[in-house]
């Protein structure tokens, strides 16, 4: 019988915590007494949702003291994958770890140490501290599959990622490879009340799926074809006329080379790339455009295309901007960085990490947008128009498959550490069986983690982290927008759990980092930091404990149409439709139609062998990613894993509801349980994702916990030329499969490959001499003006230069410039331009000229000065001494130098 709960006694506190079992944070209101929460409860303050809670959030009690749970931290006593441990006390494994880490730094440079990261459970901004400190630009996430790349994308577009949907006044949302009836209760029910309210809404995606069964128009396009959708509803709405003139006028540049650049993109040329009918392209892209202002809803599916990705997510950022939906009331609001706290970008340090180890990012060779290439232009922009720049940790990664490569390989060079937190990369990143066996190579690794799995396993050290109830939290969208929502510890870390802030903190010092650049003891001092700027606003609090009991949260005034006062954030200050910042990276500069990873049409062979299309990103209740297994009564829900097959296709194989089935690509093999529905059609199969087996405790044999088993990555590709050449993003979509009954003697498939697709195990091409889905285009932009003789034309900074003196030439003026000081010279004799006294002077000797005649002054003598002119005019000589001086000791790399290995 339970024991009944009475929250309404007077030793019962009520901390404000949340949810931390996806993205929607969703507040909970904890019950704790004499230092235990009792009870917990959905917030119905909470914007997100209002009192509700779902089956992740309603499990937090039993996340919270599982006695499968990591309580302290764990030090490897047998083999790698042995699970032979034996506890140790906090501050001693730190100082284990951190002396391994300076070892390595010592003997290969602090490069060869990784860092791979989850989907926001954690601090990140603290991780990049620490690893901007010391010294390696080998830190990644799971990002490049969610959101990320659509933000950079969109940002080099439009100069801001428009995230924000305004729906309380749209008239039309896209909900673009996105499930909310699955996957965010909160946002359905929003969706489903403004429905009832005359929104329009348009559902993408090959499944008919609980958000498509209640959308006004679903397009079940083939897995992988997104673009092609994409290019073919700009056709319809520039040549039906139905962009927003005024907009594209005022707003964009590049609409007519887009014009005449998407007259191949017909709908009846998409119809045969995404077995829609072209008469239903036509009428989604009339819906969007006609019902002003709209919104387009991102979700995973944008970035999770492989090779095409890229050229979709700026399609699609094409189709907000034509129809004028931008910025505006009812539309994708652009909330850019934050002026009213301190930004995660701010708290980086980026500025710690030296250039020459920025260059070493592995993976910014080839896919620049998202790594350090890409980031450092777009965070130039970005600050010249909105004063900061977006977060560095999400924006600029290290490309993670090419990381576990270089493990294996040592290609570029040997990664011999890692450490990783809140993700479990078997089975979140691309190729699990490449992954699998780099974890088990690897030199060194540390895993900060709630639960034994597949990847701590082969890990030197464990570290026991803090769940949502130990500490408190800040959601701000991954740092990048102008709002936040606060939550609070509702008890310290049971046992010897600490925040992974704690753990990057006490890292950084027992390394040997500066505690002064580490102020903060507790998250607690830090998100006061970060938001002690609103005490003069208005608000008054003095902890940071204190702003989330009295405010919680901090939405400032909407202002729409922010643009029309310095531009959007391009190099243009208008959107790109034809983008300059991919064209200076080698890509093109409108999106150009590439097919999917694995397709009919360019890979006939394969598809002769692999006939179906396989979809394996789909996420389902009542997990998130690979979590919430290791709880019994959640995996009571869910115990066995299914694909999903129409029913046709699995009488035509013999397959019933419940069989387990093979599911295979050339990568490999999984088994699934069958799911029999019409809800795709005959030529497709989804599968779930995220599965493995936690309760096979004993299992840690070839592929420990069934990790391999029932795992969709092992089925994915990150193969160089299967991944979006721009981002990075790697292939999860519109892979070509085939799906066979189970026999009793089959067996797993464990052997690894490189590339993943190679039809022998082991490396059979090294990463370096892989291929991309197609080369850089080479980048040489021409000067627009004349260049005077005895200038040379700078492509990188797109400026015409004096050379030996370092001055840039103005084509406007005619006259010379020193980009630091601003001062002017004439262009024949290279003198000074003095605005006082409208004359110009000889620097070196100071004689003055006629600005007409370019004569002495004074018949070849300089001109006689007051006592104050003569001390302004020494300040003077003395300040550009020192700027020259400067100027000279200043080296400038650019991209250009960076390949050709030079300094100038």
């Not at 994308?153 to 801001?160: H, I, K, R």
């Not at 007259?263 to 892209?285: G, H, S």
Request: net charge negative; proline share 7%.
């Amino acid at each position: 019988m339970s024991e009944t709960v009475d929250i309404h006694a007077p030793d019962v506190e009520v901390k404000k915590s949340c949810c931390y079992f996806c993205h929607q944070n969703c507040g909970v209101l904890a019950y704790v007494k004499d230092g235990k929460v009792i009870k917990i409860e959905g917030d119905p303050t909470h914007p997100t949702n209002q009192g509700g809670l779902c089956c992740r959030g309603n499990i937090a009690l039993l996340h919270l003291d599982h006695p499968a749970r990591i309580n302290h931290p764990l030090k490897r006593t047998g083999a790698k994958g042995e699970n032979k441990w034996e506890k140790i006390p906090w501050d001693v494994a730190i100082a284990e770890i951190a002396e391994k880490l300076n070892q390595i730094k010592a003997e290969s440079g602090a490069e060869a140490v990784a860092t791979a990261g989850g989907t926001l459970r954690t601090d990140d901004w603290s991780r990049r501290r620490f690893m901007n400190m010391f010294g390696s630009p080998n830190g990644f996430h799971n990002a490049l599959l969610c959101w990320i790349p659509t933000f950079m994308m969109e940002t080099a577009v439009g100069g801001w990622s428009p995230f924000e949907t305004d729906l309380a006044t749209s008239r039309c949302v896209i909900l673009w490879g996105f499930n909310p009836g699955s996957s965010a209760m909160p946002g359905m029910r929003g969706y489903s009340d403004l429905r009832k309210a005359g929104l329009k809404i348009i559902v993408v995606d090959p499944r008919y799926s609980e958000t498509a069964a209640h959308a006004d128009l679903w397009l079940p396009l083939r897995p992988g074809s997104d673009t092609a959708l994409a290019l073919a509803m700009i056709w319809v709405i520039i040549y039906e006329g139905h962009h927003d003139k005024e907009f594209v006028e005022n707003w964009c540049t590049g609409f007519e080379e887009l014009e005449d650049h998407i007259f191949e993109y017909n709908p009846e040329w998409a119809a045969e790339q995404t077995w829609l009918d072209p008469e239903l392209i036509r009428q989604a892209a009339r819906m969007y455009a006609q019902n002003t202002p709209g919104n387009i809803q991102w979700g995973c599916t944008a970035d999770q295309l492989g090779k095409t990705a890229g050229a979709g997510m700026h399609a699609r950022a094409i189709l907000r901007a034509l129809t004028g939906n931008l910025d505006r009331p009812g539309g994708d609001l652009m909330p850019g960085p934050s002026m009213y706290y301190v930004t995660d970008e701010e708290l980086e340090g980026n500025d710690w990490l030296p250039e020459e180890q920025k260059a070493k990012q592995i993976g910014s060779d080839k896919f620049k947008l998202t790594s350090w290439p890409g980031y450092q232009r777009i965070a130039d922009v970005s600050r010249e128009v909105w004063g900061k720049a977006p977060t560095a940790e999400w924006m600029c990664e290290a490309h993670g498959p090419s990381v576990f490569k270089a493990i294996l390989t040592g290609d570029p060079y040997q990664i011999r550490a890692m450490i990783i937190s809140a993700t479990n990369p078997v089975n979140s990143y691309g190729d699990a069986k490449m992954v699998l066996e780099a974890l088990k190579q690897l030199e060194f690794l540390v895993v900060c983690e709630y639960w034994m799995t597949p990847a701590a396993l082969y890990a030197d050290y464990v570290m026991p982290i803090a769940g949502a109830l130990e500490r408190p939290i800040v959601h701000n969208n991954y740092g990048v927008t102008d709002s936040l929502i606060t939550s609070q510890r509702a008890i310290q870390p049971l046992y010897e759990r600490h925040t992974d802030y704690n753990f990057w903190r006490d890292l950084a010092l027992a390394t040997g980092q500066d505690p002064d650049q580490w102020p903060w003891e507790t998250l607690e001092e830090a998100f006061y930091y970060v938001i002690y700027s609103f005490n003069s606003s208005g608000y008054q609090f003095s902890s940071y404990d204190e702003f989330v009991e009295k405010y919680r949260m901090f939405y400032p005034p909407l202002h729409y149409y922010k643009y029309g006062n310095n531009g959007f954030a391009t190099p243009s200050r208008k959107v790109e439709l034809k983008s300059s910042i991919l064209e200076e990276l080698g890509y093109p500069s409108l999106p150009t139609w590439i097919g999917p990873a694995e397709n009919e049409v360019d890979d006939p062979e394969v598809a002769a062998e692999y006939p179906l299309v396989l979809t394996t990103g789909g996420g389902f209740m009542p997990y998130h990613h690979s979590e919430q297994f290791n709880i019994e009564s959640v995996r009571f829900l869910k115990s066995d894993p299914y694909f999903t097959i129409n029913p046709k296709k699995a009488a035509e194989l013999g397959i019933k509801e419940g069989d387990w089935c093979w599911i295979e690509t050339r990568r490999g093999r999984i088994r699934q349980r069958a799911n029999v529905e019409p809800s795709v059609d005959t030529r497709v199969i989804y599968c779930q994702r995220g599965w493995w087996y936690p309760e096979r405790q004993e299992d840690t044999g070839a592929e420990p916990f069934g990790c391999l088993e029932s795992n969709v990555n092992v089925l994915t590709s990150v193969d160089d030329e299967h991944c979006d050449p721009i981002g990075g993003s790697w292939a999860n979509r519109g892979l070509l499969c085939k799906v066979y009954k189970v026999s009793y003697w089959d067996e797993t498939d464990t052997s690894y490959s490189i590339p993943g697709s190679a039809s022998e195990p082991g490396v059979s091409v090294p990463p370096s001499e892989q291929k991309l889905a197609y080369e850089p285009i080479p980048y040489d932009p021409k000067p627009t003006f004349e260049v005077p003789e005895g200038l040379t034309w700078d492509k990188d900074t797109k400026l015409a230069w004096d050379i030996e003196r370092g001055l840039a030439y103005d084509p406007n003026s005619g006259w010379l410039y020193h980009p630091e000081t601003l001062i002017y010279y004439d262009l024949v004799t290279k003198y000074a331009y003095d605005p006082e006294t409208e004359t110009l002077i000889d620097e070196a000797t100071g004689q003055r000229y006629s600005m007409e005649t370019r004569e002495p002054i004074g018949e070849g003598e300089a001109v006689k000065t007051t006592a104050a002119e003569a001390v302004a005019a020494e300040e003077l000589a003395a300040k550009e001494a020192a700027a020259a001086e400067a100027a000279a000791e200043a080296v400038i790399i650019t991209p250009t130098d960076i390949e050709r290995g030079e300094q100038s």
